[in-house]
T-cell receptor, first 116, second 111 residues
Framework: DAGITQSPRHKVTETGTPVTLRCHQT?????MYWYRQDPGHGLRLIHY???????DKGEVSDGYSVSRSKTEDFLLTLESATSSQTSVYFC???????????????FGPGTRLTVT | QKEVEQDPGPLSVPEGAIVSLNCTYS??????FMWYRQYSRKGPELLMY????GNKEDGRFTAQVDKSSKYISLFIRDSQPSDSATYLC???????????FGTGTRLQVFP
């Protein structure tokens, strides 16, 4: 998984509670991404980061926030979890390690989140 | 209309067959094209990456892009049961960092 870990790997939580998912990389890639994967929708971008403290919204960002205080860590927070946020969440890294721009993205193992 | 369309399958083939997986896209600005393989309950794994039109070969896999018809293909030669997975195509344009995925095609290769 290209030096990417996600924690927790599984989580069950109740509606209305805040949840934070963590992505950690050891590859020193500039870009980090959060996706969710749902049947019939495929992978959809939630938020991404193009550097420390630099983030931007994706296709399905409502109800989610992110933070990146270090190159290696990217956090995804569900501010008040809802049942519609039950999904599998994947972190990805990309952009290359140097000033050159690389377009490939490499994915982590995923976090399976259930909101009851 | 989704920007990247992909038949969900499942596609079931015998071992040794040549497999053709296809996607169409609508955004003419797309210049980068990728194929990912995803095993059940695992993260997507990058298989092939191509820029603009043309073919790229890696072992039993060939990726093909036809920008004139907005069609991208992945061919698998001598398919194996271990190739059974979901295959995702993805595209992005030069001036964006947002990769757009198809919904994936499930492939089953039976012995």
């Amino acid at each position: 998984d290209a030096g990417i870990t996600q924690s927790p790997r599984h989580k069950v939580t109740e509606t209305g509670t805040p949840v934070t998912l963590r992505c950690h990389q050891t590859e020193n890639h500039r870009y980090m991404y959060w996706y969710r994967q749902d049947p019939g929708h495929g992978l959809r971008l939630i938020h991404y980061s193009y550097g420390v403290k630099d983030t931007d919204k994706g296709e399905v960002s409502d109800g989610y926030s992110v933070s990146r205080s270090k190159t290696e860590d990217f956090l995804l927070t569900l501010e008040s979890a809802t049942s519609s946020q039950t999904s599998v969440y994947f972190c990805a890294i990309g952009g290359g390690r140097t000033s050159g721009r690389s377009r490939e993205q490499y994915f982590g193992p995923g976090t399976r989140l259930t909101v009851t | 209309q989704k920007e990247v369309e992909q038949d969900p399958g499942p596609l079931s083939v015998p071992e040794g067959a040549i497999v053709s997986l296809n996607c169409t896209y609508s955004n003419s600005a797309f210049q980068y094209f990728m194929w990912y393989r995803q095993y059940s309950r695992k993260g997507p794994e990058l298989l092939m990456y191509t820029y603009s039109s043309g073919n790229k070969e890696d072992g039993r896999f060939t990726a093909q892009v036809d920008k004139s018809s907005k069609y991208i293909s992945l061919f698998i030669r001598d398919s194996q049961p271990s190739d059974s997975a979901t295959y995702l195509c993805a595209s992005l344009s030069y001036n964006t960092d947002k990769l757009i995925f198809g919904t994936g095609t499930r492939l089953q290769v039976f012995p």
